[in-house]
């Protein structure tokens, strides 16, 4: 199969076959805004280090950190390290996982499952992660008769793999000794990551800074400049993307535009549609058809 250098030609040549797609990236490419995409996504990192915010956490990561994350979770690349990031990405359709699970296994679990203990990364070993890479190795840039199949099936024996390493660590979380700190440790982070968590459980109520400062005790020059500073991005957009994302949620599941405006904490009609636009590629409407 064919490996992208490029995030986003892998996320379009997953939507497009609706199965799934590889990048493999040395160099940086323009790293998008806080963003969704209706795929699941696989984020592994075979060298350097740098900071994700994902939902309401922030994480740092290094060699041999891998990131699970779902079609709803907004997520954005920030703090990049000056050294060359080699990294290896999945781009994975939800009905593809869904085609392949059985009753017994559920392939989408490591996407799925979130509590407050264990969010969205694990780290690999040295003998998991060259376990990884040897599968990743064996899915050919050769078209011979049957290779569909053939990657496929290598893709099954990844996304199985995987999932068991989920599982093991999702059992570990309650043993202390084997717990390891998943958020970043940077000064404001613990600060960082309840602002987030408190975005996500108010969608609906006023999150202007002036709200958020109070909430906070904290002037909103000063609240805005250590977010941009953690995270890279500002909290008005970050708020936008999070209602955003949840605006996606209510129409998937069938609410009307104009009761998903109200429902995701946009009081302006017109900015819900010119934000929602923006942001998706399309208008509420036009997505709505597209997913049902």
């Known amino acids: 199969m064919y490996i992208y250098d490029s995030c986003r030609s892998a996320i379009n040549a997953c939507m497009e076959t609706r199965t799934f ?39 740092e990561f290094h060699k041999g ?37 059985t009753k ?29 890479l040897y599968y990743i190795n064996r899915l050919s840039d050769r078209y011979d008769f049957g290779q569909e199949l053939m990657d496929r099936a290598v893709f099954i024996e990844i996304i199985t793999f995987l999932n068991g390493i989920f599982a093991l660590r999702c059992q570990q979380k309650s043993d202390p000794s084997k717990k ?10 613990k600060l960082m990551n309840e602002l987030c968590s408190y975005v996500s459980q108010h969608l609906t ?12 005790y904290m002037s909103g020059p000063y609240l805005c400049k250590i977010f941009k500073e953690e995270t890279g991005t500002t909290i008005n957009r970050y708020v936008t993307m999070k209602r955003i994302v949840y605006a996606k949620k209510l129409l998937m599941e069938g609410f009307s535009v104009t009761d998903t405006c109200e429902l995701c904490g946009f009081k302006d009609y017109s900015n819900f549609l010119r934000s929602f636009t923006k942001t998706v590629g399309v208008s509420p409407k036009k997505y709505t058809s597209y997913i049902h």
């Not at 390891?180 to 982070?189: I, P, Q, R």
């Not at 006023?206 to 909430?215: E, F, G, H, N, P």
């Open 180 to 189: 390891k700190n998943t958020a970043s440790t940077g000064t404001h982070a």
């Open 21 to 59: 797609a590889v990048a493999h990236m040395y160099k940086d490419e323009k790293t998008m805004d806080s963003h969704t995409h209706d795929c699941y996504e696989i984020y592994f990192s075979i060298s350097g280090g740098k900071q994700f915010l994902i939902d309401d956490r922030l994480y």
């Open 65 to 101: 950190d891998i990131f699970f994350i779902n079609q709803y979770e907004s997520h954005y690349l920030v703090k990049i390290d000056k050294q060359v990031h080699e990294r290896i990405v999945f781009s994975i359709h939800p009905e593809y996982l869904k085609l392949l699970s």
């Open 205 to 216: 109520e006023d999150l202007s800074i002036s709200a958020l400062a109070a909430q906070f």
């Open 104 to 132: 017994e296994t559920d392939l989408s679990r490591c996407f799925t499952y979130r509590d407050e203990a264990f969010g969205h990364k694990v780290t690999l070993c040295d003998d998991e992660q060259k376990r990884f």
